[in-house]
């Protein structure tokens, strides 16, 4: 069976890019795209995904407080404690407060969205859909 990635980001553009690069990884079996955060919580429940890709800034709810309410429905056993939770920032620093608080509320990875002309990420897309797999 294959892994199921939930990916969540209000820009309709970066969600259908992120889509198509994780659909690009052979032991993904299925990709569900939202567009906030609250949606996100929802879908880590009904979904039920291996892997949550959270960007940081959305409507209704952001992505760091989804993040912690995934990780409470994690502890309370309504969401598999084994999902794996990475954020994406579009305005990432080692030393950003985002990412700091991203690490202090239990995210497996941080990494910086992709961004530009032609959507490429500041870091190797191989780290990043590595971490998709491992999460398998």
Do not use: W
């Not at 553009?13 to 996100?40: I, P």
């Not at 990432?92 to 990420?121: I, T």
């Amino acid at each position: 069976m294959g892994i199921k990635v939930l990916l969540a980001d209000d820009n309709t553009t970066m969600l259908g890019f992120l889509k198509k690069l994780v659909e690009k990884v052979s032991v993904v079996e299925k990709v569900v795209g939202v567009k906030n955060g609250r949606e996100a919580v929802e879908q880590a429940q009904a979904f039920a995904p291996d892997v949550i890709c959270l960007d940081v800034e959305m409507p209704e709810m952001d992505g760091l407080t989804a993040l912690r309410e995934i990780k409470a429905l994690q502890k309370a056993g309504k969401v598999n404690a084994k999902t794996k939770v990475i954020i994406l920032s579009g305005t990432m620093h080692e030393n950003d407060s985002n990412v700091r608080r991203a690490k202090f509320l239990g995210a497996d990875y941080v990494f910086p969205k992709p961004g530009g002309k032609d959507m490429s990420f500041s870091i190797d897309a191989q780290v990043f859909l590595k971490a998709i797999k491992d999460a398998g």
